[in-house]
């Protein structure tokens, strides 16, 4: 039998948005309201992966004076570059000539796993009581069919799916209110998104991945406050995505690329294109003679206005990427992050006080599309449609160039609301259709293999778990993904989770899943052709344990 624990409110996730929802609550209610969070991660942060360059708006509207409580926020942008690469040379693209939004001037580089360390304590100051290690696992409903807690903490289920002998039940933690800040493709919210029909209204979800690094340079090679971003080589001109290189203090750069998951041709490999832009030579000249000390990867969501889905339901709301509210051409998302964990607050403590639990809150999503959110993603919404149908350098950095100085200046997007279409996993082509792309080895200087990569992400699972990746048919790898599609998910999966094995004379083939190396990126539940890979939680504390991403 499990036990149950009882609170105002419980809240999923130890991200910036989840964060910023506790404190603000506590900032309101005090002791008056009792708040809970959640984190799947051995501790807060260890799942955090952003670039990160944070627009401190966010912030500023939670904690004011963030500076003198000692934030770990301390590199500002002081140089912004926009290049536009071809194999061997770049263009550098004039700042006047990117829309006002794109200015990283006043923003700040940082670790966003440290932010939201830093975050965890103002928050435990305030009396909200954090719990790391804790995966939540389902979803409770009560008798009016709304939303009225979660199970976290369940361990020690054996590989056959049976009660090991430490088999620990887990708890429910019940709330009156339940909030969501599982991030990009959480578990929970996906389930809570198809129960209440909560995408009814809005465009598909779309999404990126993102890959990034982290690296101490030679000194000569840093230049602390830089921001640089491109985008062609080695990804094209067919391909949405780009790169970012940001300098922060102590002589170390990370390096990251995001390849938007909408690509056509199955043999493209995200991973390997990652990796051979580093040995471009306006990155490599900076990254010669480092050292490379940490790895990640994290989906990103790029689907922006149209794609938010209603973000309150009967009982509870979704916070920040479980919601989808990173705006695609700056990159940022964080600071969306906390205005609504904000205004979710806001809109809880005022339900409480009215003596109400486990209503849904349309006020709350009537301030993500109508506030300060949703006037910063409407101003960039046809960036993504428009890279999808023209690609990159025609469609998201012309039209979408264009699309958003109007916008600016003008206050109306001339080319209306643009619809996405198909999924990223509906719009994978035929391998038949396309050339297989061959990519260099790794050097083991400047590029990597996965394994090598996923050992510097420090990811750990416990073995004797099942399989946290499900498939719902287990024919579909090698009877429709093999030959149709070369089976994708060898190649998408930055970590190296999924293989086909052979035997010797390269007959029998066979679908191997090596779960210990999930990263949590979530790109299969997103990209396999046929939807037949299902990512759901682990046990609690499993998964990377990044430092200082």
């Not at 080695?234 to 922060?248: D, T």
């Not at 909408?262 to 990155?283: G, S, T, V």
């Not at 035929?430 to 394994?451: M, Q, V, W």
Request: aromatic share 8%; glycine share 14%; proline share 6%.
């Amino acid at each position: 039998m499990r036990e149950s624990m009882e609170y105002d409110v419980v809240i999923v996730g130890a991200g910036p948005a989840g964060l910023s929802a506790a404190i603000r609550l506590k900032q309101l209610g005090g002791d008056d309201v009792s708040v809970v969070v959640l984190e799947k991660g051995s501790e807060v942060g260890a799942h955090i992966l952003s670039g990160a360059v944070l627009d401190p708006c966010g912030l500023d509207a939670l904690i004011p004076d963030w500076r003198d409580r000692g934030a770990p926020i301390e590199t500002e942008v002081k140089t912004d570059k926009f290049l536009v690469l071809g194999e061997s040379g770049s263009a550098r693209i004039p700042n006047f000539v990117m829309p006002p939004l794109m200015n990283n001037h006043g923003n700040y580089i940082v670790s966003m796993g440290n932010v939201c360390r830093w975050m965890a304590g103002q928050a435990e100051a305030l009396g909200v009581e954090i719990f790391p290690g804790m995966a939540c696992s389902e979803v409770v409903y009560g008798d009016e069919d709304e939303v009225k807690g979660i199970v976290a903490g369940e361990f020690g289920i054996s590989r056959d799916g049976g009660k090991g002998d430490g088999y620990e039940p887990g708890m429910e933690l019940h709330g009156k209110y339940i909030l969501l800040g599982e991030g990009a493709r959480g578990s929970l919210s996906g389930q809570i998104i198809d129960k209440y029909t909560l995408d009814a209204d809005s465009d598909v979800p779309k999404f990126g991945l993102g890959m990034k690094e982290i690296w101490e340079v030679k000194p000569e090679n840093h230049n602390q406050g830089e921001v640089v971003h491109t985008l062609g080589w080695p990804l094209g001109w067919k391909n949405g995505g780009g790169s970012f290189m940001y300098h922060l203090e102590n002589n170390q750069v990370y390096v990251g690329y995001i390849v938007d998951l909408n690509y056509k041709n199955p043999h493209l490999y995200p991973y390997a294109e990652f990796q051979r832009w580093k040995h471009h030579p306006d990155i490599g000249r900076v990254l010669e003679g480092g050292k490379r000390v940490a790895y990640g990867a994290r989906a990103v969501t790029k689907g922006g206005y149209q794609s938010i889905p209603r973000t309150a339901f009967p009982g509870g709301v979704l916070l920040g990427c479980a919601a989808g509210l990173v705006n695609l051409p700056r990159i940022k998302g964080n600071h969306n992050a906390m205005l609504s964990g904000k205004a979710a607050a806001d809109c809880v403590y005022a339900a409480l006080q009215a003596g109400r639990s486990g209503d849904t809150l349309k006020n709350y999503h009537d301030e993500i599309k109508t506030g300060p959110v949703g006037r910063d993603l409407r101003t960039v919404r046809n960036v993504a449609p428009l890279n999808a149908r023209f690609g990159p350098f025609m469609g998201g950095m012309m039209l979408g160039g264009v699309d958003m100085w109007v916008s600016d200046l003008f206050g109306f997007n001339p080319f209306g609301t643009l619809k996405h279409g198909k999924s990223d996993a509906e719009c994978t082509g035929r391998a038949s259709d396309y050339k297989p792309i061959s990519y260099p080895k790794p050097d083991g200087i400047l590029s990597f293999d996965r394994l090598t990569s996923v050992s510097f992400s420090a990811t750990n699972h416990n073995e004797e778990q099942p399989s946290h990746l499900k498939l719902l048919e287990n024919s579909i790898p090698v009877d429709v993904n093999l030959p149709l599609y070369d089976e994708p998910a060898q190649r998408y999966c930055p970590a190296g989770v999924y293989e086909i094995l052979r035997e010797d004379d390269g007959s029998n083939p066979r679908f191997q899943i090596n779960a210990q190396n999930c990263v949590h990126c979530k790109t299969c539940d997103i990209k396999d052709p046929g939807r037949n890979i299902v990512w759901t939680v682990p046990e609690g504390g499993g998964g990377p344990n990044y430092p200082n991403m």
